[in-house]
């Protein structure tokens, strides 16, 4: 559904008019376009705390950016670092001094925080961030790095806990549709921040903000990896696919190389066959609450060589305040969008159907993280499915299977649409991009945790939702 105050606001007359009243003016977001080879465009200041231990695959990885050219602060506690970081990866580095008035424009900034150990170390945020926040280009992206906190002794925790505060602070401040996110990297698992730096970098990442990724050891070597076809040889599988979210969660899954069952119920067919068709994929029609269905699903896999990909994404609502609520609705909205889950996952682990290291993604909701009036069902049922992926994490580690969430905030789609006119315009209105996402940014978001170069990444929920003002 078009956005028709974003498309005024963004007129000639409209920002002349919208800027005299004070009034938002909702940036139009960059998102990935085929074609594109490099998945960040324009200056890019790579800079952190002394002794960080990222900047050499930072910089390797921005070798894949043809069009990126990286700068560090001259004279910075870092430079040094970035320096010899640059003359292991190959990748030549520009030493830039700051003056307020120079002209430049960055597309990006990237934080290593891995070198601090303590709070007095934090000054090192402020001594990169100052000079050269005010010189974000638009749509920029802001990328934090530190040391996973729990890993940590109690004086580098303190420190590295502060660096979610500053992510979120950063993404509510840059406007202009720059985002802002934190990965939190295991000491020794650096080799495995290429994927996370890939997607957060990119246009991919549009309407994601002030989230925190955990980067775990993997043994994923990124040599010679087809970034534009990831998903190359892999086999899909996505629940609630004829229409939305979960169709364009299809289209994305096969654009990125993977051959995609789609899955629907049988009164939502034709839909599905018409999804299907475009992405040269399969429908299945099966009600994933029968009794069959996971053994269904299972052998259609099977046919296919096994799944390497699951898609928990079909779900429903049945809204009404507790007091009020008829059984049937509780036990429909958690059997669809938890029960059947737990169902489908035990029997495609029993049956080794799921391919060893294979990625289990499911759809929560910013609901299941903050609450909403008349959702105790549906935000129940979306906590459990954080409960979950939290859970389950570790079991799979041993298969090498990943399984993350993304919780989406409020997504143009029919479902939507549908919403009274002023609780729709605050619910696009009520967030750092002050405009609703696409179904596109929830897939590019499942495509970022299906990919093998995420084998490092387990267990992390990822908010879709332009830094939602409603929850933590």
């Known amino acids: 559904m078009s956005d028709v105050y974003q498309a005024i606001a963004n007129s000639a007359v409209g920002k002349k008019v919208f800027s005299t009243l004070n009034l938002p003016i909702p940036v139009m977001l960059e998102r990935h376009q085929p074609g594109e080879t490099s998945f960040i465009k324009g200056k890019v200041v790579l800079g952190g705390a002394a002794g960080g231990s990222a900047f050499e695959t930072v910089l390797s990885t921005l070798k894949g950016a043809p069009q990126a050219s990286v ?26 001094a700051p003056e307020r008035d120079d002209g430049e424009k960055f597309k990006g900034l990237i934080f290593d925080a891995t070198g601090i150990r303590n709070t007095a170390e934090l000054r090192a945020i402020w001594d990169f961030f100052n000079p050269v926040i ?8 802001i990328l934090v790095i530190g040391r996973t906190p729990e890993t940590c002794d109690l004086a580098q925790r303190i420190a590295q806990r502060g660096l979610v505060g500053l992510v979120k602070s950063l993404g509510k401040e840059s406007k202009k549709g720059t985002i802002a996110n934190l990965v939190y990297v295991d000491q020794g698992a650096e080799s495995q921040l290429a994927s996370p730096l890939q997607f957060f970098l990119s246009p991919k990442a549009a309407y994601v903000s002030g989230q925190k990724v955990h980067v775990g050891a993997a043994t994923f070597d990124s040599a010679g990896f087809n970034w534009q076809q990831p998903l190359a040889g892999k086999t ?27 899955l629907d119920i ?36 099977k046919a296919q060589g096994g799944l390497d990909i699951i898609v928990h ?57 903050a609450g909403n009036m008349g959702q105790t069902n549906y935000a129940t049922s979306k906590a459990a499915v954080i409960g979950m992926v939290q859970g389950m994490a570790p079991q799979l580690a041993e298969r090498h299977i990943t399984i993350n969430a993304v919780a989406p905030g409020f997504i143009e789609t029919q479902m939507t649409a549908a919403i009274p006119f002023a609780i729709r315009e605050a619910g696009r209105r ?5 405009q609703g996402g696409q179904p596109v940014d929830v897939a590019e978001t499942i495509s970022f945790f299906s990919s093998p170069a995420s084998q490092g990444v387990s267990g992390n929920i990822v908010r879709v939702c332009g830094q939602s003002l409603i929850g933590a």
């Open 313 to 369: 994404n079909a779900g429903v609502t049945r809204d009404k305040t507790l007091a009020g609520m008829p059984d049937k609705f509780w036990d429909m909205v958690i059997d669809i969008n938890i029960a059947s889950e737990e169902r489908i996952n035990q029997q495609l682990l029993d049956d080794k159907t799921l391919n060893e290291g294979g990625r289990i993604v499911c759809v929560s909701s910013i609901s299941g993280i």
């Open 134 to 141: 005010r010189k974000m280009d638009k749509c920029g992206r």
């Open 430 to 434: 009520m967030n750092s991009m002050n």
């Open 71 to 96: 700068y560090t602060l001259s004279g910075a506690a870092a430079e040094a670092d970035v320096q010899a970081a640059a003359r292991t990866s190959g990748e030549s580095v520009t030493s830039y």
């Open 266 to 301: 049988p009164p939502m067919a034709d839909d599905l066959k018409q999804v299907a068709e475009q992405i040269n994929g399969i429908a299945l029609e099966a009600d994933i609450t029968a009794a069959e269905a996971p053994k269904l699903i299972s052998d259609a896999a």
């Open 236 to 262: 899909a599988l996505v629940t609630g696919a004829a229409r939305g979210i979960g169709a364009a969660i299809a289209q994305v899954l096969a654009r990125d190389g993977a051959k995609v069952i789609v």
